[in-house]
């Protein structure tokens, strides 16, 4: 999976434009990062467990938080285009801070205690929140918030803009949305005596 978004046309495209770039960074922290994440959780490459108060569910949300919307300020977003080592750090920071939560709240639910699957089901569902606000504040600009070029075409940068909001409300917000639901799923469907309760 990182190899095609990395070594496809991805890279060239996303320097004009925005939604090509926006696609590269839903690729990698909602597709690629769960999946090496659920090939991870609970295995001894699991850092939840072994270094369990680095690995919070919410710690790694709020930190996701932080690097998404830091890259998607302007300036940094901007430099991020231009390729190059800044390119990289982007995309590898992008991938870290994925992989941080989807192991966190993974490994945590691993564990097989309700009160892991519902710090693994916070940590997602805040998540799914923050993305979606943010796809949702792109995808209705009705102006240029990035300076990708389309030939002059104010209509047409506006376009891929919003197209690319798009692409973040609904990959990023269902993906972690969809995270969070399965780990609810099993709160909901948990062996009572797991939550405490008495069996009748």
């Known amino acids: 999976m990182l190899a095609l978004i990395w070594g496809g046309p991805l890279p060239a495209m996303a320097a004009h434009s925005f939604s090509a770039h926006m696609t590269m960074h839903m ?28 690995c ?19 300036a940094l977003h901007g430099a991020a285009r231009s390729g190059g080592w800044r390119l990289v750090a982007e995309q590898g920071s992008f991938l870290l801070a994925g992989l941080m939560l989807w192991l966190s709240c993974l490994g ?8 892991g699957a519902l710090l693994g089901t916070l940590g997602l569902l805040t998540t799914s929140m923050h993305m979606t606000l943010l796809g949702a ?20 940068t506006v376009a891929d803009q919003q197209f690319g909001g ?35």
Not at 56 to 74: N, T
Not at 185 to 199: F, H, K, W, Y
């Open 56 to 74: 919070s569910p919410l710690l790694a949300a709020m930190l996701e938080f932080a690097i998404v919307w830091s890259w998607h300020m302007p």
């Open 166 to 200: 798009v692409i973040m409300l609904l990959a990023g917000g269902l993906a972690y949305l969809a995270g969070g639901l399965v780990l609810m799923a099993r709160v909901v469907l948990a062996d009572p005596s797991s939550r405490g309760e008495a069996t009748p």
């Open 108 to 115: 945590r639910a691993s564990g097989g205690t309700v009160a």
């Open 27 to 54: 690729s990698v922290v909602a597709l690629a990062a769960p999946l090496i994440a659920v090939g991870l959780a609970g295995t001894r490459l699991d850092p939840s467990a072994s270094v369990p108060l680095l």
């Open 137 to 156: 504040l792109i995808a209705f600009a009705g102006r240029p918030l990035y300076g990708h070029a389309h030939g002059g075409d104010l209509a047409a």
